[in-house]
């Protein structure tokens, strides 16, 4: 088939019935010369590979085809089936001529007798033996090169298979080769998203950072004031107090008849009114016992 069919590229057994009238019904690769010059070919190929596509390859024959009907006429080639059984593809196709046959798979076939070809130089005029001396071809012995032919164009088509298989190997490869790299692209511009977005949420944090900073400056500045006052008020409110105090402390002394140290010497660490006016108390009656002792 044309090189634009991407599962096989075959060089197919030539099977001649020209004239036969029977039903063509190929059970394996072959091409059919009618008597009124048209070909039908059928190529049937092996199709289990994972990566091979039916409907591929279905919009790859018709491709071709209507490329090539579009230069010379539009019942050039046509399809005549195209079909996949389990794990195999039969391909029947027209052609209008030898010609058209040929050119459109690129190969050469030729039909005619012995003369015809002679003399459209496929074959010379004279065969020599393995002397070198001209061999007298009857028509046996032409039957006999045409098995050769056959054997050989057999071998030729194995290799070509072998060949072939190698080359959809490797288109495989190529194919998820190209699927790795576009998911790999896929993945570092997906990458490349992340980081810009992480970039400009860094730069919010960063702005939001900084306001915060500026603030808890101004938080911090307006406390200390704040607590600088209030350190300024307690201070005062605690000398008030202390001068209070010591002046009820000495008020009792005064009317009590003793120094203030005397009663600043009977209270605690910590005192309050209550407790100044207890000890003031027991000042009292002690000096009043004493009064009446004597």
């Known amino acids: 088939m044309k090189n634009a069919l991407n599962f096989c590229v075959v060089l197919m057994a030539v099977l001649f019935l020209t004239g036969c009238s ?5 059970t394996e690769s ?31 024959v018709e491709k071709a085809v209507k490329s090539y009907c579009l230069d010379v006429n539009e019942e050039a080639v046509t399809i005549e089936s195209l079909m996949k059984e389990s794990d195999e593809v ?13 050119t459109f798979n690129e190969v050469l076939l030729f039909t005619g007798t012995y003369a015809e070809a002679v ?25 006999n090169l045409k098995e050769q032919y056959d ?18 190997n490797k288109n495989a490869e190529i194919r998820s080769l190209k699927e790795k ?19 400009q949420l860094n730069e919010s944090l960063k702005e939001n950072i900084e306001e915060l900073k500026k603030d808890s ?21 605690r000398k008030i107090a202390k001068r209070a105090v010591d002046k009820y402390i000495e008020n009792r002394a005064v009317a009590l008849g003793v120094k203030p140290r005397e009663i600043e010497n009977k ?9 100044m006016d207890r000890v003031c108390e027991d000042l009292k009656t002690y000096k009043l016992n004493l009064i009446n002792f004597k």
């Open 181 to 199: 790299l576009i998911k790999s692209d896929s993945s570092i511009e997906l990458l490349k998203n992340k980081i810009n977005e992480f970039d």
């Open 267 to 275: 209270l605690s660490e910590n005192y309050s009114f209550d407790d």
């Open 151 to 168: 054997k050989k164009l057999s071998s030729c088509s194995d290799s070509n298979k072998l060949l072939q298989e190698k080359l959809l």
């Open 119 to 143: 003399g459209e130089g496929y074959l010379p005029e004279e065969l020599h033996d393995a002397e070198g001396e001209i061999a007298d071809v009857d028509s046996e012995e032409l039957d």
């Open 217 to 237: 400056s101004i938080k911090y500045s307006e406390y200390s004031q704040k607590l600088s006052k209030e350190k300024a008020i307690t201070e005062k409110y």
């Open 90 to 102: 039969a391909l029947v196709m027209h052609y209008q001529t030898v010609d058209d046959y040929r």
């Open 22 to 26: 029977g039903k063509f019904e190929p």
């Open 30 to 60: 072959t091409i059919y010369v009618t008597s009124k010059g048209d070909v039908k070919s059928a190529m049937m190929e092996s199709f289990d590979k994972a990566y091979y596509d039916f409907e591929e390859l279905s919009e790859d």
